[in-house]
């Protein structure tokens, strides 16, 4: 129903007007008064590259980030990421994950990134203790937050905002009336906009695409084509579940089923052993595999993807945030 609301197809949203102009008056007082001064931010010393969002639900955002920092690793650059930690509940912040940090502490999200990247992570509602734990425990050149555009607490050097090239904006309105955390306006204060999907090629917009991988067997770590596994059982529990059911159908797989689920939800073997009977595969999101793969079963296996952008505006992108973390560096070394 909400798929319905935000997209423009339903006129419920009407309703939810008042709730969504008292939204945007918020959030546009809050940024305001960061700008003017009236509360107070904190400036990292290494660059702070944002990769955000305007809209709720599944963008692609976490790909951008997982592939921006191997990129900048690839570069030479020591890159740390920091996040909220939606879905974990850890007994401390700030909260430095190792390997034995579990989704449930740090949220399935910066768990996923840890394991994909091997730069350092860390957690906290306040993301400024999240950097600095960063900082105190290694030298790092840079900072990438995943999420986080509208946390004005922290300053940054460089927005990133991921916008889904099928969905766009929906009907435009600020939450819970439409998908909008920020108007489509802001845009145009931000260093880089990547396009997930269809519609890309819009003014500077960056096209970016999400290519799936082998299936991985979460208990063998056996890898196969994925239309080489048979009778498919489908699930996900991201920001946007049909957007991986539509990846499944371009891969020729007709799932049995496709059950989504709520996204950062928590799961229990009896709920997820209870999806499939005898014969079948149960197929999910990398990201969902993180929150399982201590209660897995040997039918259970998850399609990773990866980010793919353009040569010509990859190394655009790249080069700039380079050039913004030796710049940095070198100004550093110049006022000691």
Known sequence: MIERIWSGQSKLYWLLL??????????????????????KSWRAPVPVV???????????????VIWLVEQLQQ???????????YGGKAESYPLLLNDATTTAQAGDEPVLIFQRTGAPVAVSPVR??????????????????DDGLQ???????????????????????????????????RLRSVDAVIVNGDGQGQHDEIGMRLQPGFAVNLVSGEKRQPDALENVVAM???????????????????????????????YDPAQLGALTSTGQTLLMTEKDAVKCR????????????????????SASLLQRLVVLAN?????AIKSS
Do not use: C
């Open 18 to 39: 008042p709730l969504s102009w008292l939204y945007g008056f918020v959030s546009q007082m809050l940024r305001f008064s960061y700008q003017q001064g009236w509360k």
């Open 75 to 85: 570069r030479g650059l020591r890159v740390g990421v920091v996040s909220r930690g």
């Open 128 to 145: 400024s203790d999240a950097v600095k734990a960063l900082l105190n425990a290694s030298p790092l050149d840079l900072i990438v937050t």
């Open 236 to 266: 996900a529990g991201i920001g946007h579940p049909p957007r991986f059911f539509a990846t499944l159908k371009q891969l020729g797989i007709s799932p049995v089923k496709a059950i989504p689920f709520a996204d950062h939800q928590a």
């Open 151 to 185: 946390h004005y607490a922290l300053q940054r050097d460089f927005e990133i905002v991921v916008v889904d090239g099928v969905r766009r904006f929906g009907n435009g309105h600020w939450l819970p009336a439409g998908p909008m955390r920020e108007r489509a306006s």
């Open 294 to 313: 201590s209660f897995a079963q040997e039918n259970w296996w998850y399609l990773p993807v990866d980010a793919q952008i353009g040569e010509a505006d």
């Open 327 to 331: 710049k940095r560096v070198t100004s």
């Open 50 to 64: 944002i990769v955000g969002n305007l809209t709720a639900g599944g963008n692609g955002k976490t790909p951008v």
